[in-house]
C-alpha cells in the first residue's frame, strides 16, 4: 500500500499519531510518505490536533482511495487501535527534531478541568500507558506530553525509569505542584530535567504553599529552571492574572502566561502576555503598569 500522511496543524511539533502510523504501515511493508496532490494513495490520514481557533484544515485530499481523518482538532473519535498505540515511533518523518524521543507514560486526569479535554477524552484517573522503552530508543532529550503524571498511581516507578535513562526529560504538559510529596520530589531531582513546569491555573485557588514547599524540596535551583503555565482569560479578572505572575516571581518562580481564547482575550491580557512572556523585557521592567506606561522601548 501507499500512504500519505498529512500533518495539519504544521511540521511545527512532531504528530505522534502519524509517527505511529508510518512506524506501523512500514513494519508492514507499505509505503509513506508525507501527501502529495500530484500522487495517488491508498490510503491517506489526516491528523489534527487544534480547533479550528488554532489551526484551520485548508487541504483537501482527492487523490487516494481512503482518507481517514482523526485527532482532537475533529472533536470525540476513536483511540488509535493498541498495535499502533504501542508501536515506537516513526521519528525520521521529522529530521528537524533530531535525537528527540516523544511520548506518553500515563494516559488522563483526575482534575476536570473546564478548559481541558483530557479528563473527557482519556478518563478521570491517570493511568500507566507503557515504558519508557516503548519510545525511547537512547535519543539525548525526551519530551513527554503526559497531562498528570503525578497522579498516577506508578508515577514513583515511571520517574525512576527516566532518572535512569539520564536523558534530558521536558515535562511539557507541566507537573501537578499539589501532588508533589518528599519521595517523589526526591525522584525528581535524580531526573534531568532542563526546566520543570507547573501550572496555577484557578485563581480561586491559593497554591503558594505548594510552591513554598516544593522550593524546600527541590535541588534545582534556578528560578528560571521553575517554570509555571499561569492561564488567563478564563474566569479570571486583569488584578487575579497579575497577582498569580507577582507571586510566582516574589517565590522564585518564571511565569509563563497562557491565553484561552486568545484572539478574544483583552487588550490588557495580551500585554501581560508580551510582558512577562518576553524574558529579556520582564527581567528588567519589575512592574506591569511601568510596562503599559511606556516607561519601556517594548510598551
Given at each position: 500500500m501507499k500512504i500519505g500522511l498529512v500533518d495539519v496543524d504544521s511540521h511545527n511539533w512532531p504528530n505522534l499519531c502519524l509517527m505511529k502510523l508510518s512506524a506501523y504501515h512500514k513494519a508492514r511493508g507499505g509505503t509513506v510518505e508525507w501527501w502529495r496532490p500530484e500522487?495517488?494513495?491508498?490510503?491517506?490520514?489526516?491528523?489534527?490536533?487544534?480547533?479550528?481557533?488554532?489551526s484551520r484544515d485548508t487541504?483537501?485530499?482527492?487523490?487516494?482511495?481512503?482518507?481517514?481523518t482523526g485527532g482532537t482538532g475533529y472533536g470525540p473519535g476513536p483511540d488509535l487501535p493498541g498495535e499502533v498505540e504501542h508501536i515506537c515511533p516513526d521519528y525520521t518523518l521529522y529530521p528537524q527534531f533530531p535525537d528527540v524521543a516523544y511520548g506518553f507514560l500515563s494516559r488522563g486526569c483526575p482534575r476536570n478541568c473546564g478548559f481541558c479535554i483530557v479528563s473527557g477524552k482519556e478518563g478521570r484517573r491517570s493511568v500507566k500507558a507503557a515504558d519508557l522503552s516503548e519510545f525511547w530508543t537512547g535519543q539525548r532529550e525526551i519530551k513527554l506530553l503526559d497531562p498528570n503524571l503525578l497522579a498516577c498511581p506508578d508515577h514513583e516507578d515511571l520517574l525512576d525509569q527516566l532518572a535512569r535513562s539520564r536523558a534530558w526529560v521536558d515535562f511539557s504538559q507541566g507537573l501537578d505542584i499539589r501532588l508533589i510529596t518528599p519521595d517523589n520530589a526526591a525522584l525528581l531531582n535524580r531526573v534531568r530535567t532542563k526546566a520543570v513546569h507547573f501550572a496555577w491555573d484557578d485563581p480561586r485557588q491559593d497554591l503558594t504553599?505548594?510552591?513554598?514547599?516544593?522550593?524546600e524540596l527541590t535541588n534545582i535551583r534556578s528560578d528560571r529552571k521553575r517554570r509555571v503555565y499561569v492561564l488567563t482569560n478564563y474566569g479570571s479578572t486583569h488584578e487575579q492574572d497579575?497577582?498569580?505572575?507577582?507571586a510566582l516571581w516574589a517565590m522564585g518562580y518564571d511565569p509563563y502566561v497562557m491565553i484561552y481564547d486568545k484572539p478574544n482575550a483583552p487588550a490588557v491580557t495580551r500585554k501581560l502576555q508580551r510582558w512577562v512572556n518576553n524574558k529579556r523585557i520582564f527581567h528588567t521592567v519589575e512592574h506591569f503598569t511601568d510596562y503599559i506606561?511606556?516607561?519601556t522601548k517594548e510598551g
Open positions: 500522487c495517488r494513495y491508498d490510503l491517506v490520514y489526516k491528523s489534527r490536533v487544534f480547533t479550528d481557533l488554532y487541504v483537501n485530499v482527492t487523490n487516494a482511495e481512503r482518507v481517514i504553599p505548594y510552591f513554598r514547599r516544593f522550593l497579575l497577582y498569580r505572575v507577582d506606561s511606556g516607561r
